[in-house]
């Protein structure tokens, strides 16, 4: 019972680090479409505190041991991945 509850637990603290890095996405996404280009010093304050707010997120389930650093570190390489390719494709617009 114990460990079936531990799982839960990690793998919903996996899921809402997940859902978090989504929500990070949809807003730059939102703002590169409708307010500023990437070069605004607003998107850089913006993706800079975002980023370093889910760190400091997967940082914590990590200490906590409910995910594995490698799977934190995973979730932060694949947002910057698709944040990457998505300020690619704006300045090709």
Known sequence: MASEMIVNHQEKAFALLQADAEKIL???????????????PLYEEVLDTQMFG???E????????????KDGKAILDQLERELSALHDASIKK
């Open 54 to 56: 889910l760190s400091r």
């Open 26 to 40: 949809k807003l730059i996404k939102v703002q590169m479409d409708n307010l500023t280009m990437p070069q605004c």
């Open 58 to 69: 997967i940082d914590f389930a990590v200490r906590l041991g409910l995910i594995d650093s």
